[in-house]
């Protein structure tokens, strides 16, 4: 599962309601302790708010019985959303005598239920069933030697089940319906399923556990021009007499039942091949011809992850399916992930971007999460940690070390921000509930754990723990004791610190670093700062660099106190000292050094983040006349990411400062080889006011990257030029969604109240993130033309409010409608909106609102 919603959450959360209604204010308390007789009493502050919280213990799922074998026969009520399905489950006792099966089965319709017998009539069945867990009375006790099937014929009503999720997985029915009556424009009529973490048991009977395992065939009738895909192998397709075809998937090695899937659509089916493996892209037909440019790495991923691992793609066939409206970013669906429409691009925005990372999170769950798979959610970084830490495996072998660089500080940015708020082990068995597993830690802190234990082992050390670990462990459930061990049994080493500070404990190290010169030696202090009532004093092996005359020496130091002091050796007073070399700590690291210091670190240091962060606290250190003068150098470093920084920088600094970088920033602007560059370089310009660069704002406009050509665009109505209308009224038929929120942006101010049927439009075909930022757009167009108040905008509005299957979109259309709450009618809608929401994180927000 890929959490890319994750950064657009956090940002939704933290933007402040807007409109007429008041935002209750909450103040933090504080707890009193009842006085002494003869002493004051005592004020207690209350814990920091991201402690951790002491829920419930969530324990893995007792095994009772063992499903072995799952086979269903599924057709669809397009119009009712009704999945028609009859499953045949193979079972017996995990190891005590039963009489009794308790299935999981989620707002069913349960018509009947028989046991199977060899040489007799199927034998009917006493049930009880409470709309979630259906109930069988087997008739007699069954031992772990005897296998039993059952037949249940069902109907399941996905549509009506209570809304779930998380930020992760923004819906939990199972079962999806899109667009099932044909009435969108320009959206295909599909179905899919979602899993993850216990939603499949919307769709089908079973025993919906992580730690469980079961083989599975599927029979889907459909219409003759909708392609399916299951997993396994596709048998056979066959025509019926009533228009409709029955296909026939066959999955022979067991998986968790949360991984099946079903996609059905009207699909172009792209071929490709790793080894002797079939490798198929399943997307839409207007995206057939780029398929292979979107997901093409995959063999090359499929024979880069088998050769890592020592352990071959272990699966009879790899699909990739793009599906509308999806509820997350991806899911790894064993031999058969789906993935959320933003993959599908056209041939002009695959310049500017590539997915993958998504495509490798998935491929690399075949082996962490569905060959060896978390026995509970509390262990759910067995999977999620290492699926996080592929996505830099790749890029480090694809694009190289300064991109992983980048990818590991966007990952760790992530989980710091997450950790503001919010602080728990990886392996937490007391969460409030399962979906709060999806967060930051379990992706982006897991997988930055799982980089500190490889540094620490060594390459070498580290892919053959993982072997034993995978070959151990093959088509089974672990927990994180399991992984441990086979790092232990390969490195011969203990390891329980390691794992019980980095998995099992909450938090992560707040470093203050200083140094000091003086007779030949250097001292090095290191104070662990984090509140240790709540978090560890951690044991810290890393590395320390010291640059004497330009010479670079490494040294290697273990911290294992609060406040601890090094004597490394220096011949004289190094040029720099680098704490941590390798970058690989997660933590945070405050250590002053002089702007010198800063500059030679940008100038000499390899790795990425140092050099990052030095420029970073050159902009707000160095004067300004020497800033400029470093920039000329910043501006053409060979790595994009330092040149758009220093676009950033550069924008810092007053008018008379920049006269010597402008020809530079020109030059990016017309020829910098990263689109994202040239759209900053494009940008800056325009922020500097500078008139004379009309033309290339023009220019900037017909470029072939869609982020340069919406950099034109915002840089071109800031001139405020005779025919910005008339030039920008040339891109309103794009769909791009660079080009519409570039265009959203300027109309939402100066577009006046004509560009109403232009808004309209764009957020009728607007989808997920695009949709939730040109929310807000519409939003300011609101407010500055309240003339366009009007029915047809306040009803599309209170739908995607009510009935969005995003919930960061229902969020900002319910702000949207903000904007207008000094009508009592509005104030009435809100309200309703209000009641009728049941996600508990919406509902923390708009509680927070005075209607």
């Known amino acids: 599962m890929n959490h890319r919603f994750l950064s657009i959450v956090g940002l939704a959360a933290a933007m402040a309601f807007t409109g007429g209604c008041s935002v209750n204010k909450q103040t933090k308390a504080t707890a009193v302790v009842e006085p002494v007789a003869g002493k004051p009493a005592l004020e207690v502050a209350e814990p920091p708010v991201w402690a951790p919280k002491n829920h419930a213990f969530n324990p893995s799922k007792a095994r009772v019985h063992d499903l072995l074998h799952t086979k269903l026969r599924v057709s669809f009520d397009w119009d009712k959303q009704y999945l028609h399905g009859l499953a045949e489950l193979t079972l017996k006792p995990y190891f005590y005598p039963q009489r009794q099966l308790v299935l999981d089965a989620k707002g069913f319709d349960i018509h009947s239920v028989n046991l199977m017998q060899d040489d007799a009539e199927a034998k009917e069945l006493q049930y009880t069933y409470d709309g979630k867990k259906l109930t069988i009375d087997l008739g007699k006790a069954y031992t772990r030697y005897d296998k039993y099937t059952l037949e249940i014929d069902y109907t399941a009503k996905p549509n009506e089940l209570a809304v779930g999720g998380s930020d992760a997985i923004t819906q939990d029915k199972g079962l999806y319906f899109i667009n099932p009556k044909g009435e969108e424009a320009n959206k295909p009529r599909q179905i899919w399923t979602q899993g993850e ?62 991984l099946a899937m079903m996609a059905i659509g009207e699909y172009a089916v792209v071929k490709d091949k790793w080894r002797d493996l079939e490798v198929d892209y399943y997307v839409e037909p207007a995206y057939e011809k780029t398929a292979k440019k979107i997901f093409g790495n995959t063999p090359e991923m499929m024979e880069f992850f088998s050769k890592k691992l020592g352990v071959n793609y272990p699966w009879s066939k790899y699909s990739q399916v793009v599906v509308r409206d999806f509820v997350s970013g991806a899911m790894e669906n064993t031999t058969a992930s789906t ?16 997915w993958d990372g998504i495509i490798a999170h998935e491929l690399f769950h075949h082996w962490f999460g569905n060959y060896v798979t978390t026995e509970s959610w509390a262990n759910l970084p067995l999977n999620e940690a290492f699926a996080n830490y592929s996505e830099y495996l790749w890029t480090e072998h694809k694009y190289g070390a300064d991109e992983a660089a980048f990818h590991h500080l966007e990952e760790l940015g992530q989980y710091l921000d997450e950790s503001e708020t919010k602080r728990e082990p990886l392996i937490r068995y007391r969460y409030a509930d399962r979906e709060d597993m999806f967060d930051s830690h379990s992706y982006a802190k897991g997988g930055r754990v799982l980089h500190m234990l490889r540094k620490y082992v060594g390459d070498e050390a580290f892919f053959a723990s993982l072997n034993r670990y995978l070959t151990k462990n093959k088509l089974s459930d672990v927990e994180v004791a399991e992984l441990r061990m086979a790092f232990e049994d390969t490195t011969g080493e203990d390891l329980m610190w390691f794992f019980d500070q980095w998995f099992m404990r909450a938090g992560h190290p707040e470093l203050k670093v200083n140094h000091t010169y003086q007779n030949g030696a250097l001292k090095l202090q290191v104070w662990q700062q984090q509140d240790t009532l709540y978090q560890p ?24 106190k609060a406040n601890q002091v090094f004597t490394l050796p220096a011949s004289t007073e190094p040029q720099l000292v680098l704490f941590d070399s390798e970058q690989q700590l997660l933590g945070t690291v405050e250590h002053a050094k002089t702007t010198e210091e800063l500059v030679f670190q940008f100038k000499n240091a390899k790795a990425l983040a140092p050099r990052l962060g030095a420029l970073e606290e050159l902009g707000q250190e160095l004067n300004q006349q020497e800033m400029a003068t470093l920039l000329q150098g910043a501006l053409k470093d060979n790595f994009w990411a330092i040149r758009n920084l220093a676009l950033d920088v550069a924008g810092r600094l007053p008018a008379k400062h920049t006269e010597s970088l402008e020809p530079i920033v020109q030059r990016m602007a017309e020829s910098d080889k990263k689109g994202e560059v040239r759209a900053g370089a494009i940008m800056l310009l325009s922020e500097w006011g500078e008139d004379e660069y009309t033309d290339l704002y023009k220019a900037a406009m017909r470029d072939s990257s869609y982020k340069v050509a919406a950099a034109g665009i915002l840089s071109y109505a800031m001139t405020e030029a005779p025919d910005i209308n008339q030039r920008l009224a040339t891109f309103e038929k794009e769909t791009n969604e660079e080009i519409v929120l570039a265009l959203a942006s300027y109309y939402a101010v100066k577009g006046g109240p004509g560009k109403y049927e232009w808004f309209m439009k764009q957020l009728k075909n607007a989808k997920g993130s695009g949709l939730y930022y040109l929310l807000q757009s519409y939003g300011a167009f609101m407010a500055v033309n309240p003339e366009t108040y009007k029915p047809e905008a306040i009803n599309m509005l209170s739908e995607m409010a009510q009935n969005h299957s995003m919930y960061f979109v229902r969020m900002a259309a319910f702000q949207t409608l903000m904007v207008h709450s000094e009508r009592p009618e509005i104030v009435e809608l809100l309200k309703e909106i209000r009641a009728n929401e049941q996600d508990k994180r919406l509902l923390e927000l708009y509680n927070q609102v005075s209607l």
């Open 339 to 354: 993935f959320m429409e933003d993959l599908q691009l056209n041939e002009r925005e695959l310049l500017d971007k590539n």
């Open 537 to 560: 004093v951690y044991r810290l092996p890393l590395k320390v660099a010291i640059w004497e005359n330009g010479k670079k020496t490494e040294h290697g130091i273990e911290i294992t």
């Open 197 to 258: 973490t216990e939603a499949n048991s919307a769709w089908f009977p079973t025993i919906d556990s992580p730690n469980e395992r079961m083989t599975q065939e599927i029979y889907i009738t459909v219409d003759q021009k909708y392609t399916t895909l299951s997993n396994g192998t596709f048998i056979y397709s066959r025509k019926n007499a009533n228009g409709t075809k029955t296909d026939y998937w066959k999955m022979e090695q067991p998986h968790a039942p949360y």
